[in-house]
């Protein structure tokens, strides 16, 4: 009845797998069975968190029926790693004067109803049930107010479902009280991508010019501080950006394709075309990337090479 010891281990060494397979480019019928066999770890893996929810469950129950409480902390490291990358409220967050920056905590959690609801609500978050994540990590907040990392999750979480002035609110919160700079750098650049979803885009830069200035290795910050410049048709500023994340992203292919872009734009067609065919490179099968390649190839005059991404593409879409 029990799950192989190994079992986790196994499913990351079969991850791990399919990864160096797809990186040899196999041929289709390949590529598509890595694809489906990744899809069944990811059918697994949902099932492995909704276990473990209907057992946190269960255990919550056992421990008030039968009046016992087991030591319940969160093992060291246990955030390290986790990735976080968006109804009107106007209130600003306020911070007591006379609380010293000290008696707040980035991972330390102090009650048990605090842990419970945490864990539950990365589990929901986890699942995109982001209703239900809202709930567990506003009680988080409730039973732990000096938990940032419960205020930071909060807020990303109603940032996703669109409540943007609470999930501001929340980050603002955050920034206040944090003194550790990688979160900083998320919060900034959290509320940077709020402003631009709301089309606010110098705010929104000028958000990301503080993620990459609170963590100068955070190069998402170039990256979405690159595609405002763009947006902006600022393109000069926008390859000074992208270049940035190019140095920490060069096998991104979205990197690639935007800077193709961006020299294109600039009047530089040579740097756009080298960088157009590294993001090709990178993704043969995008499209958008075979088309600016075509339209690139008829800027410059190479009717031959023009031709043949537009064949290509007309395939693609056939």
Not at 215 to 233: R, T, V
Not at 236 to 258: G, M, P, Q, R
Not at 262 to 284: D, E, F, I, V, W
Request: aromatic share 12%; proline share 3%; charged share 25%.
């Amino acid at each position: 009845m029990f799950f192989p010891n190994n079992s986790i281990e196994s499913i990351f060494d079969t991850l791990h797998e399919i990864e160096m397979n797809l990186q040899k480019k196999p041929a289709n019928h390949e590529r598509e069975t890595l694809i489906n066999n990744l899809l069944n770890l990811r059918i697994l893996m949902d099932q492995y968190v909704k276990h473990w929810l209907t057992f946190e469950e269960k255990v919550n129950k056992l421990q008030k029926q039968f009046n016992f409480t087991l030591p319940d902390v969160l093992p060291e490291g246990f955030l390290q790693g986790i990735e976080l990358e968006p109804e009107r409220d106007l209130d600003e967050p306020t911070i007591e004067e006379n609380k010293a920056p000290e008696e707040y905590s980035f991972l330390k959690l102090e009650s048990e109803q605090g842990i419970n609801s945490f864990r539950k609500g990365l589990g929901f978050w986890d699942l995109a049930m982001l209703e239900e994540a809202i709930q567990e990590f506003e009680k988080v907040v409730e039973f732990e107010p000096n938990f940032i990392f419960g205020h930071f999750c909060l807020g990303l979480a109603y940032s996703q479902k669109g409540f943007n002035n609470k999930a501001l609110s929340k980050l603002r919160l955050v920034k206040a009280l944090s003194r550790d700079s990688q979160l900083n750098a998320f919060v900034f650049n959290s509320m940077g991508n709020i402003y631009a979803s709301e089309k606010r885009y110098d705010e929104a830069l000028s958000e990301f010019c503080k993620a990459i200035e609170e963590d100068p290795g955070f190069y998402n910050g170039y990256f979405n501080a690159g595609a405002i410049c763009f947006n902006q048709h600022r393109y000069n500023e926008a390859i000074e950006y992208f270049e940035k994340a190019k140095e920490a992203l060069s096998t991104d292919w979205e990197v690639n394709y935007c800077l193709g872009r961006a020299y294109t734009l600039a009047g530089n067609p040579r740097k756009g075309l080298q960088n157009l065919k590294k993001a090709l490179s990178l993704n043969p099968s995008e499209s958008k990337i075979i088309f600016e390649l075509g339209v690139l190839y008829d800027l410059i005059g190479d009717k031959r090479n023009a031709s043949f991404c537009y064949n290509r593409l007309i395939n693609k879409l056939n």
